[in-house]
């Protein structure tokens, strides 16, 4: 059995032959810890999610590194916007990451580095990248200098002139060259900071990742993924980085790259309502349910996410589970067929397809098979009867006491033609996803 997959750095589909077949290793970046996770940032950590499923499957030792960044100039931005203490909201958000990405069926990673806990080894690949004649200090800054490294585009396969127009130049007087970028910078009293030789100062993003994926899994290790978006120049500067401070040819052997994502039809943004968080989504929805509506789309492939796709996925898992029953699967019911397709660049529309055609076919080995490949696909993990007895997250922390006073509130408010309160406990209530019925015999209410 070989397993392929599409390589950026080549732009072609590969047979994956890992540096050390005992021990593979996989890096994916992490989130940046200061709000919630949307469902674009869930595309990655569900997509190499199966990814490791299957490398365990074939391997007897793989390391899943993935990172949380909590040294960002955004989650600065967040503290003084908010008060809140940094620590606070990176150990805040971090927890709701992980809770979110448990709900969507994810495995944590082996290991999940903290960029503060690791600040000393960025400081010693950016003394290196000094010595090395890749990078050089200016106004308490360092950078790294494109021009010193010919390779530098080819991942992105971006051109010279692209380089520069994609660097955001604001054009800093200090800068040799317009597309050099930040491996250290200063910081004032009231961003956090660390000694370095350069004074007191902080980390850019991009050797965040080199540092802690050396650290981890060495210079060179097997797989490197992320977003599409993260190709330039965040992968292209990690890759410059590794590469010149170890004198080596390569970072990872390869790099794989999630498509981009929409939400009902367009780019996701707060203004038209469609940038769904996870978090919010798993108020709507079972967490599997948006799994497997995730997985449906290739993971090269651009997505167009939507809520009318998580209810239809909801619908094939209610049907999955009435016909697999309480079934159990052991290892020997998993589908060749479902392997096969994973193994073939991730190809979850064809694995899914297969679970379709087990699901119709109606035998006792069918639905053992059925099961199996589910369960390898990080779905049906809880016994039919849990799962049709899911309800709205909000829904179960209602306090049932409380709506039937709000109920007699609303019915006194309607009596003294107080419309405007009565209003108001409805909104109230809808939000809450409750749903009032009037009818003649009184008020009832039900979870919308
Ligand atoms: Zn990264």
């Keep these: ?46 997509v190499f999610d199966v990814l490791t499923r299957l490398l365990r499957r074939f391997y007897p030792k793989v390391t899943y590194v993935r990172n949380i960044t909590d040294i960002d100039d955004k989650i600065n931005a967040a503290s003084r916007e908010t008060g809140e203490d940094i620590r606070s909201i990176t150990d805040r958000t971090a927890k709701v990451y ?62 010279r002139d692209e380089l520069i127009a994609g660097a955001r130049i604001d054009v800093a007087p200090y800068k040799k060259d317009p597309a050099d970028f930040v491996l250290w910078k200063p910081s004032d009293a009231d961003t956090p900071g660390w000694d370095s030789p350069w004074g007191r100062g902080r980390p850019g993003w991009h050797i965040e990742c080199s540092a802690m994926s050396q650290e981890y899994l060495g210079t060179e ?24 401070a170890n004198h080596s040819d390569r970072m990872a052997k390869y790099w794989m790259h999630n498509g981009y994502l929409m939400a009902e039809g367009e780019k996701m943004s707060k203004s038209l309502g469609n940038f769904y968080t996870v978090h919010d989504l798993l108020d709507e929805f079972p967490g599997e349910a948006i799994r497997l509506a995730l997985l449906q789309t290739h993971y090269r492939q651009p997505m167009d ?13 209610d049907k999955w589970h009435r016909i697999a029953g309480d079934v159990t ?17 991730l190809n979850t529309p064809k694995a899914i397809a297969e679970l379709h055609r087990l699901a119709g076919k109606g035998t006792d080995n069918a639905r ?27 829904a179960s922390d209602v306090d049932e006491a409380a709506i039937d006073a709000l109920i007699t509130e609303r019915n006194d408010a309607r009596a003294n033609k107080d419309f ?10 809808t939000a809450q996803g409750i749903v009032l019925e009037d009818a003649a015999g009184g008020t009832t209410w039900k979870r919308g």
């Design 329 to 345: 699967a052991a290892g020997e019911d998993m589908p060749q067929d479902l392997i096969d397709a994973l193994s073939d660049d």
């Design 420 to 429: 405007t309160r009565a209003d108001e406990i409805r909104d109230q209530l």
């Design 305 to 317: 996410f939507t809520k009318d796709g998580i209810a239809d996925a909801r619908r094939t898992l």
């Design 1 to 46: 059995m070989t397993l392929f997959i599409h390589n950026t750095l080549s732009r072609k589909k590969e047979a994956f032959e890992p540096l050390n077949p005992d021990h593979v290793g996989i890096y994916v970046c992490g989130p940046t810890v200061y709000d919630y996770a949307h469902i674009g940032n869930a595309r990655p950590v569900v």
């Design 98 to 159: 992980h809770d979110d990405m448990a709900a969507l069926g994810a495995l944590p990673p082996d290991v999940e580095p903290r960029a503060t806990d690791h600040v000393a080894q960025m400081i010693t690949m950016t003394e290196q990248l000094i010595e090395t004649g890749n990078a050089y200090e200016a106004e308490g800054h360092v950078l790294f200098n494109v021009p010193s490294m010919p390779e530098y585009g080819r991942l992105s396969g971006h051109s």
């Design 368 to 394: 053992r098979a059925l099961k199996a490949g589910a369960n390898f696909m990080g779905l049906m993990g809880e016994t039919a009867d849990d799962w049709f007895k899911w309800s709205p997250a909000t």
């Design 221 to 244: 290790f097997d797989i490197h993924g992320g977003g599409q978006d993260l190709i330039f120049p965040h992968h292209e500067n990690e890759l410059a980085q590794s590469r010149c």
